[in-house]
C-alpha cells in the first residue's frame, strides 16, 4: 500500500513517527497522524484550512491530548490494587522527583521502530479505501485526513471536541485530493 503514497503521504507518516518520538509515546495512533498533517504543507492541511480549523490551536491541543494520553491510568491501576500515588511517593522518596517520568522516557527512548496502533493502521487502511473511492491511484495526504475522520478515532475526537465541523473538513479534503 505504502508504494501508492505521494510524497506528502509518506512524510506524514514519518513526521507521525517523529511526532511519537518526541512525546515519548510508546505507539503512533491516529493523533500522532494529524499533527503531521497539520504541521506540513500540503492538501489535508489545506483541508483543514479551508474547513475553518485554526492549524496551530489543533496542533497545540492534540499533542497536548497526546502528552495526556500517555500517562499512567490510576484508576486502571487502582483496580488491579495498586495505588499510583503510593508508588510514586514511594518511587520519589527513594529517587527523587520525577523518576518514574524520566525511567519512562529514558526505556521508550531506545526503541529504534515506533509501532502503529490499530487505529493508526484502520485510518491508514480507510485512507486507501478513500483514494479509491474518489478513483485516484496515489495516497494523497488529503486522503489520509479522509481516513483519519471517516470512523470514529482519537483524531476524528480531538476535531469535534475542538468545535471542527468533521464533514466539513471532510468535504474540503475530498476536494483537495481530487485536485492533487
Do not use: W, Y
Request: some cysteine.
Amino acid at each position: 500500500m505504502f508504494e501508492r503514497f505521494t510524497k506528502d503521504a509518506r512524510s506524514a507518516v514519518v513526521d507521525a513517527q517523529l511526532v511519537a518520538r518526541a512525546a515519548h509515546s510508546d505507539q503512533i495512533d491516529s493523533r500522532h497522524l494529524l499533527v503531521a498533517l497539520a504541521e506540513c504543507d500540503g492538501p489535508a492541511r489545506t483541508a483543514l484550512t479551508d474547513g475553518g480549523i485554526d492549524v496551530a490551536e489543533l496542533v497545540t491541543r492534540a499533542r497536548t491530548n497526546i502528552e495526556a494520553g500517555d500517562a499512567l491510568d490510576p484508576a486502571a491501576l487502582a483496580a488491579v490494587g495498586i495505588d499510583l500515588d503510593e508508588v510514586t511517593r514511594r518511587t520519589e522518596e527513594t529517587f527523587g522527583a520525577g523518576a518514574l517520568t524520566r525511567a519512562g522516557r529514558i526505556l521508550r527512548g531506545r526503541r529504534k521502530h515506533v509501532p502503529f496502533t490499530a487505529d493508526a493502521k484502520k485510518s491508514l487502511e480507510l485512507a486507501l479505501r478513500e483514494a479509491i473511492r474518489l478513483g485516484s491511484k496515489e495516497i494523497h495526504g488529503g486522503h489520509l485526513l479522509l481516513g483519519l475522520t471517516r470512523a470514529e478515532s482519537p483524531a476524528r475526537s480531538i476535531l469535534s471536541d475542538g468545535g471542527a465541523d468533521v464533514e466539513r473538513v471532510r468535504h474540503f479534503a475530498e476536494g483537495t485530493s481530487e485536485a492533487a
